[in-house]
């Protein structure tokens, strides 16, 4: 792997549904960006992983200020059964 000082940072989006959750709503996060995680890690035990954490954060898009859209399993079956497959974005602006 290489990492560049001078890389410039690209904006992602992070898609997720929390595990239990009664309405079963799906999120997502618009324009997201993270920080470099450490670099320490081991392994302990030959089993129990150290895992490295890092930092992210999700701001308003530049094209409509929207930061977070989520959707529950009784709303518009089509949007709900198919939001892991793309970024949804009902009104995109470009």
């Given amino acids: 792997m290489t990492e560049k000082g001078d890389a410039e940072p690209t904006a992602f989006a992070i898609m997720f549904e929390f595990s239990g959750d009664k309405n079963k709503t799906r999120h997502v996060l618009y324009y997201c960006s993270a920080s470099r995680p450490s670099n320490g890690s081991s392994t302990k035990n030959g089993t129990n992983v150290n895992e490295r954490e890092l930092s992210f954060k999700a701001s308003p898009r ?33």
């Fill in 62 to 94: 530049p094209l409509d200020s929207v930061i977070k859209r989520s959707i529950t399993s009784a709303d518009n079956n089509e949007v709900y059964n198919n939001w892991f497959t793309k970024v949804y974005e009902p009104n995109a602006v470009g």
